[in-house]
């Protein structure tokens, strides 16, 4: 007789576990609603500072819109808020360089707009790019675009920048969002929903007729308006509702 075969018995590999990774802390455990920087009101007075001596500024012009000051002075006087940077809004027609990424503003206007003018600034720019010395603009896109003001905005905590937020969102400015928190600060960015951006241009020619801009013109003004209403609304009520 044969004696039955045992099998034999192995335990199973046992699996390595892997190092457990740090949680990282929420947001509520990061800053708390009404938590601020210690250091928030001198952070305000520096960079107000900077940006009446245009140290700051990172538009085109180097300073502040004027059509946009009196928005700017009236956030900048409350004491839980202070403006970082801003646009008054603007129609801006662009050459967009597909080959070297570069751009060349071929109309810019914070204010509103004469179609006449804008056409004058394209042809000008297409008969420019069609010059031999002028031959890698040809591979170009032109684009129009109308865009809102928008306002940076430094909120001491943030309950402050929560109620700043419902102030523009009941008025319209929908797009109004934190767009950053940290323990040193809470970014807001106070901005409209109308915009337009469109291509009108390619290779060295118009891809449009110039009743076509005459309508976006006419359009942007109408939208570039209603925008600045709308912020003309929300500092009336920062300036009622909101402590100094």
Known sequence: STLPIKKMETSPPQKQKKPKKPKKPKISQELQPNDSNPNFDLTKKQTLSNLQQNKDDKSRAGQPDPQIQSFLETINKKKDFYTTSSCAGRLLVSGNNLDSYSVDFIYVNHELSDSSFVLRSIHEYLDTSASPENS?????????????????????????GIKLINLA???????TSIRSITEKKVMIAIVDTQRIETLIGSNGAMLV?????????RSSNEKLKKSRERMEKLRILIDKEIDG
């Open 136 to 160: 890698s603009k040809k591979n170009t896109e032109i684009w129009l675009k109308m865009e809102s003001p928008i306002v940076a905005v430094c909120s001491r905590n943030l309950n402050a």
């Open 169 to 175: 969102k009941r008025i319209g400015l929908k797009n």
């Open 209 to 217: 007729g110039e009743d076509f801009i005459e309508i976006i013109v």
